[in-house]
C-alpha cells in the first residue's frame, strides 16, 4: 500500500447546517461524497455527483486530464454536459467552467456544496468508461473530479445500480446491508465503498453487470480474483488448468519480491467476441478487454498470460516502484519523464521471464517470444532515429501513433529487449551472483521503501552498484543512443544464439509500405524509408489500384502479389492519387519472410549452462 498522509480536516460546523447532510450522517466531515447512477442507460450518460462540506472560499473542482499507464493528454472533460451545483437544501449555486476541466462554485453561504453532471461514457477498453444496459465500466479517473487542496482527504462511494447485479472492484465495500431505493418504476440497490484518499479511489477500476464469473485462488494467504464478463469459453482448458498456472506466475513474483503489498488483489477481464487486446495495471487490481477466444489455442493463451503477468508485475513496478516524475501523481498536467523504457519495457521483459521460470511457458516458448520481440524492433524503422529514452519523454505527444510513424518506436518492445541485455550483461559480470533482479528489488528497498520515487540515472546507479562496473557506454548507445543492439554478444553469456531464419510462410519480395483498409479499398498507411515504393514516389494516403496486374481489394492481396513475384522483379503499380490514376514500376525489394531465432548454441560451456539455468530458475521453487 501507499503510505498516506491525511491533511487535517476542513472546518466544518455542524450546529450551522439546517437539516441531516450526507456529511453528517457519515460522521465524517472531511470526507468527499461521491456518487455514480443512470438514467437510461442506451444514452450511454451517467450522472455524477460530488458532495463536498463548503466555508467561505470557492470550491474548485478539477477532472484528470490524463491517467496513469497512458501517458498522454486525454482530456476526460470533453465527455461533460450539463454541470450544475446546488447546496445542502438543494438551492442551486453556480458552477463555472475555469479552464479546460475545472469548475468553481461560490458557496455563498452554503455549509455543504453538490456539484453534478452528466458523463459520456461510450468507449469500451480497459482505461475508459462505458455505461450499457448489459454493462456498467468505469475509471474513476475519467469520471470523477478531485477538490483543490482535498485530494488527500477521505472518499466515500455510492453505486446505484440494479439489484441484481454483480460488482467487482479493489475499492474497499461498505457493508450497511442491502439498501434499495424506489426510483420511479424501477429499484436501484445502493452500493457503497470507500477509498483513504483520491489516489487510490481513481486507481480502482469498477465493473458491473448482470453477471459476473468469479473464479480466486490464494498465494501467501492473499486471496486473488479472476473475474470475467462475457462468455469464458475454454476450448481444451480447464478452470483448474488455468488457474494453476495464474497461481504459479504469481508465486514466481511474490519470491522475486519477497513481499505482497496488497490485502487482496482483482483481475477484472472483460471478454469481448471481436478482436482487441487492452489492459491497465492498477494497485490491487488489473483491467482488462479482450478477445473471448484467449483460451482456444497456445498462441492467444500466452498472449493472455503474459498480459496478466505483465498487469500484476506492475503492481510493484510503477503502481509503487516509480519515477520520481511520477511521484505523486499530478493529474493536470503531462509528467515527463525518460524512464517509460523501464516502467513499460523491463516489466515487459519481465512478464515473459516470469512465465519461463515458473513452468508456464516452456523454453522454447520463451525463445520464440524473445525472437519475435527482436522481430518486432528489427523491423521499425523508427529505431534508427529515436532512442528508448526519447520515446519515453515524448510518449505524450508521439508515443501512441501520432507523429511520423517511421520516427517512432515501441518503449515497450525495445525497453524489454534492453532489460534483457542488461540482465545478461550484469549475470556474465557477476558470474552469475547478481542479475537485474537484484537492480529491481535495491530499487524498491532504496526508494520505494523510503517513499520515494527514483530518480531518472537511478536505474543506472542501481545496476552499477549491482554489478560493481560502469553502464555508461551501454547507456549512451543502447539507451540514450540509436545504436543496434548487439544481441549475439549477450545471449552467449547464456549460451544462447539469434539466428536469421525464412519464415516459408511469407513471400520474400515487398514493396515496403503499411497498408490500410478504407472499406473495399486500400489506402498507404505508410511508406517505409529506403523502400521501393518510397524509390517509386509512393505516399501515404495513395489509394492501391493493382499491382502486378493484380486488382487490390484487401490487405490480403498485396501478399498475394508478392507470392508470385521475386525480389529484384519490377511490378507496375497502378494507384490513385486525388482521384487521379497514375502507374509507376517498382523494383521489388526482399528479406520480408525474415525472421530470428533464439536458440542455444550447439555446444555450452558449463559456465553458460550454469547462467542460464540460473537466469530461468525459479525463486518460488516451482
Ligand atoms: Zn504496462
Not at 90 to 101: H, K, Q, V
Not at 150 to 175: F, H, K, S, Y
Not at 556 to 573: F, L, N, S
Given at each position: 500500500?501507499?503510505?498516506?498522509?491525511?491533511?487535517?480536516?476542513?472546518?466544518?460546523?455542524?450546529?450551522?447546517?439546517?437539516?441531516?447532510?450526507?456529511?453528517?450522517?457519515s460522521g465524517m466531515d472531511a470526507t468527499i461524497h461521491y456518487r455514480l447512477g443512470w438514467d437510461n442507460p442506451a444514452s450511454q450518460l451517467y450522472t455524477v455527483s460530488v458532495t463536498a462540506s463548503a466555508g467561505d472560499e470557492p470550491i474548485i473542482f478539477s477532472l484528470p486530464s490524463w491517467r496513469p499507464g497512458r501517458y498522454i493528454i486525454q482530456n476526460y472533460a470533453a465527455n461533460v454536459q450539463a454541470i450544475r451545483a446546488r447546496d445542502e437544501n438543494g438551492r442551486p449555486l453556480e458552477a463555472e467552467w475555469i479552464d479546460l476541466d475545472s469548475w468553481r462554485v461560490e458557496p455563498d453561504g452554503a455549509a455543504q456544496v453538490t456539484l453534478e453532471y452528466e458523463y459520456y461514457a461510450s468507449t469500451l477498453d480497459a482505461g475508459s468508461s462505458t455505461l450499457r444496459p448489459d454493462v456498467a465500466y468505469f475509471n474513476p479517473v475519467n469520471l470523477f473530479p478531485w477538490i483543490e487542496g482535498r485530494m488527500d482527504n477521505p472518499v466515500a462511494l455510492t453505486l446505484d445500480l440494479p439489484p441484481e447485479w454483480a460488482i467487482a472492484t479493489q475499492l474497499e465495500r461498505v457493508d450497511d446491508g442491502e439498501q434499495i431505493e424506489q426510483r420511479g418504476n424501477r429499484e436501484v440497490l445502493l452500493a457503497r465503498f470507500r477509498a483513504p484518499d483520491y489516489h487510490r479511489f481513481v486507481d480502482?477500476?469498477?465493473?458491473?453487470?448482470?453477471?459476473?464469473?468469479?473464479?480466486?485462488?490464494?498465494?501467501?494467504?492473499?486471496?486473488?480474483?479472476?473475474?470475467?464478463?462475457?462468455?469464458?469459453?475454454?476450448?481444451?482448458?480447464?478452470?483448474?488448468?488455468?488457474?494453476?498456472?495464474?497461481?504459479?506466475?504469481?508465486?514466481?513474483?511474490?519470491?522475486?519480491?519477497?513481499?505482497?503489498?496488497?490485502?487482496?488483489?482483482?483481475?477484472?477481464?472483460?471478454?469481448?467476441?471481436?478482436?482487441?487486446?487492452?489492459?491497465?495495471?492498477?494497485?490491487?487490481?488489473?483491467?482488462?478487454?479482450?478477445?473471448?477466444?484467449?483460451?482456444?489455442?497456445?498462441?492467444?493463451?500466452?498472449?493472455?498470460?503474459?498480459?496478466?503477468?505483465?498487469?500484476?508485475?506492475?503492481?510493484?513496478?510503477?503502481?509503487?516502484?516509480?519515477?520520481?516524475?511520477?511521484?505523486?501523481?499530478?493529474?493536470?498536467?503531462?509528467?515527463?519523464?525518460?524512464?517509460?523504457?523501464?516502467?513499460?519495457?523491463?516489466?515487459?521483459?519481465?512478464?515473459?521471464?516470469?512465465?519461463?521460470?515458473?513452468?508456464?511457458?516452456?523454453?522454447?516458448?520463451?525463445?520464440?517470444?524473445?525472437?519475435?520481440?527482436?522481430?518486432?524492433?528489427?523491423?521499425s524503422p523508427g529505431r534508427k532515429v529515436t532512442s528508448a529514452s526519447l520515446a519515453s519523454l515524448t510518449s505524450w505527444h508521439s508515443g501512441y501513433g501520432d507523429g511520423n510513424p517511421?520516427?517512432?518506436?515501441?518503449?515497450?518492445?525495445?525497453?524489454?529487449?534492453?532489460?534483457?541485455?542488461?540482465?545478461l550483461r550484469i549475470r556474465d559480470l557477476t558470474d552469475g551472483e547478481k542479475s537485474l533482479d537484484d537492480a529491481i528489488r535495491y530499487l524498491w528497498r532504496e526508494y520505494y521503501e523510503q517513499d520515494l520515487g527514483y530518480p531518472e540515472d537511478g536505474l543506472q546507479r542501481a545496476i552499477e552498484t549491482i554489478a560493481g562496473e560502469s553502464f555508461d557506454d551501454f547507456f549512451d548507445r543502447y539507451v540514450h543512443g540509436v545504436d543496434e543492439l548487439p544481441y549475439?554478444?549477450?545471449?552467449?553469456?547464456?549460451?544462447?544464439?539469434?539466428?536469421?531464419?525464412?519464415?516459408?510462410?511469407?513471400?520474400?519480395?515487398?514493396?515496403?509500405?503499411?497498408?490500410r483498409p478504407t472499406g473495399h479499398r486500400v489506402a498507404i498507411d505508410n511508406v517505409f524509408p529506403d523502400s521501393p515504393s518510397l524509390e517509386a514516389g509512393l505516399m501515404r494516403g495513395d489509394v492501391l489500384v493493382s499491382i502486378a496486374g493484380l486488382e487490390i481489394e484487401t490487405s490480403a492481396d498485396i501478399m498475394e502479389a508478392m507470392k508470385t513475384h521475386q525480389p529484384g522483379e519490377v511490378v507496375g503499380v497502378v494507384y490513385e492519387r486525388g482521384g487521379v490514376e497514375n502507374t509507376v514500376s517498382v523494383t521489388l525489394d526482399g528479406g520480408a519472410n525474415l525472421r530470428w531465432v533464439v536458440e542455444p548454441v550447439a555446444e555450452s560451456t558449463e559456465r553458460q549452462l550454469r547462467l542460464r539455468k540460473a537466469w530461468l530458475a525459479s525463486d518460488a521453487g516451482t
Amino acid at each position: 500500500m501507499r503510505r498516506l498522509t491525511f491533511l487535517p480536516a476542513v472546518a466544518f460546523f455542524f450546529a450551522a447546517t439546517p437539516g441531516p447532510t450526507i456529511a453528517q450522517e457519515s460522521g465524517m466531515d472531511a470526507t468527499i461524497h461521491y456518487r455514480l447512477g443512470w438514467d437510461n442507460p442506451a444514452s450511454q450518460l451517467y450522472t455524477v455527483s460530488v458532495t463536498a462540506s463548503a466555508g467561505d472560499e470557492p470550491i474548485i473542482f478539477s477532472l484528470p486530464s490524463w491517467r496513469p499507464g497512458r501517458y498522454i493528454i486525454q482530456n476526460y472533460a470533453a465527455n461533460v454536459q450539463a454541470i450544475r451545483a446546488r447546496d445542502e437544501n438543494g438551492r442551486p449555486l453556480e458552477a463555472e467552467w475555469i479552464d479546460l476541466d475545472s469548475w468553481r462554485v461560490e458557496p455563498d453561504g452554503a455549509a455543504q456544496v453538490t456539484l453534478e453532471y452528466e458523463y459520456y461514457a461510450s468507449t469500451l477498453d480497459a482505461g475508459s468508461s462505458t455505461l450499457r444496459p448489459d454493462v456498467a465500466y468505469f475509471n474513476p479517473v475519467n469520471l470523477f473530479p478531485w477538490i483543490e487542496g482535498r485530494m488527500d482527504n477521505p472518499v466515500a462511494l455510492t453505486l446505484d445500480l440494479p439489484p441484481e447485479w454483480a460488482i467487482a472492484t479493489q475499492l474497499e465495500r461498505v457493508d450497511d446491508g442491502e439498501q434499495i431505493e424506489q426510483r420511479g418504476n424501477r429499484e436501484v440497490l445502493l452500493a457503497r465503498f470507500r477509498a483513504p484518499d483520491y489516489h487510490r479511489f481513481v486507481d480502482s477500476p469498477t465493473v458491473a453487470a448482470p453477471e459476473l464469473t468469479d473464479w480466486s485462488f490464494t498465494v501467501d494467504g492473499v486471496p486473488y480474483h479472476v473475474v470475467m464478463r462475457g462468455e469464458v469459453r475454454l476450448g481444451d482448458r480447464t478452470q483448474e488448468s488455468i488457474l494453476a498456472d495464474f497461481e504459479a506466475m504469481t508465486r514466481e513474483q511474490v519470491a522475486f519480491f519477497g513481499v505482497t503489498p496488497f490485502d487482496e488483489y482483482w483481475h477484472l477481464y472483460q471478454l469481448v467476441p471481436y478482436p482487441f487486446g487492452h489492459a491497465v495495471e492498477h494497485e490491487a487490481s488489473a483491467s482488462y478487454v479482450m478477445h473471448d477466444g484467449v483460451f482456444m489455442n497456445d498462441f492467444a493463451y500466452m498472449g493472455f498470460m503474459s498480459t496478466t503477468s505483465h498487469e500484476l508485475f506492475h503492481a510493484w513496478n510503477v503502481k509503487r516502484l516509480r519515477p520520481a516524475a511520477l511521484w505523486p501523481y499530478d493529474y493536470s498536467t503531462p509528467q515527463l519523464t525518460r524512464l517509460h523504457w523501464v516502467t513499460e519495457g523491463v516489466t515487459s521483459y519481465y512478464d515473459k521471464l516470469f512465465l519461463a521460470r515458473s513452468g508456464v511457458a516452456t523454453e522454447e516458448r520463451y525463445y520464440e517470444a524473445l525472437g519475435n520481440t527482436i522481430r518486432s524492433l528489427q523491423r521499425s524503422p523508427g529505431r534508427k532515429v529515436t532512442s528508448a529514452s526519447l520515446a519515453s519523454l515524448t510518449s505524450w505527444h508521439s508515443g501512441y501513433g501520432d507523429g511520423n510513424p517511421n520516427q517512432s518506436i515501441s518503449f515497450y518492445t525495445k525497453g524489454s529487449l534492453l532489460g534483457l541485455l542488461i540482465d545478461l550483461r550484469i549475470r556474465d559480470l557477476t558470474d552469475g551472483e547478481k542479475s537485474l533482479d537484484d537492480a529491481i528489488r535495491y530499487l524498491w528497498r532504496e526508494y520505494y521503501e523510503q517513499d520515494l520515487g527514483y530518480p531518472e540515472d537511478g536505474l543506472q546507479r542501481a545496476i552499477e552498484t549491482i554489478a560493481g562496473e560502469s553502464f555508461d557506454d551501454f547507456f549512451d548507445r543502447y539507451v540514450h543512443g540509436v545504436d543496434e543492439l548487439p544481441y549475439d554478444d549477450y545471449l552467449s553469456v547464456v549460451g544462447l544464439r539469434l539466428r536469421e531464419d525464412v519464415d516459408e510462410t511469407r513471400p520474400a519480395a515487398t514493396i515496403g509500405l503499411a497498408p490500410r483498409p478504407t472499406g473495399h479499398r486500400v489506402a498507404i498507411d505508410n511508406v517505409f524509408p529506403d523502400s521501393p515504393s518510397l524509390e517509386a514516389g509512393l505516399m501515404r494516403g495513395d489509394v492501391l489500384v493493382s499491382i502486378a496486374g493484380l486488382e487490390i481489394e484487401t490487405s490480403a492481396d498485396i501478399m498475394e502479389a508478392m507470392k508470385t513475384h521475386q525480389p529484384g522483379e519490377v511490378v507496375g503499380v497502378v494507384y490513385e492519387r486525388g482521384g487521379v490514376e497514375n502507374t509507376v514500376s517498382v523494383t521489388l525489394d526482399g528479406g520480408a519472410n525474415l525472421r530470428w531465432v533464439v536458440e542455444p548454441v550447439a555446444e555450452s560451456t558449463e559456465r553458460q549452462l550454469r547462467l542460464r539455468k540460473a537466469w530461468l530458475a525459479s525463486d518460488a521453487g516451482t
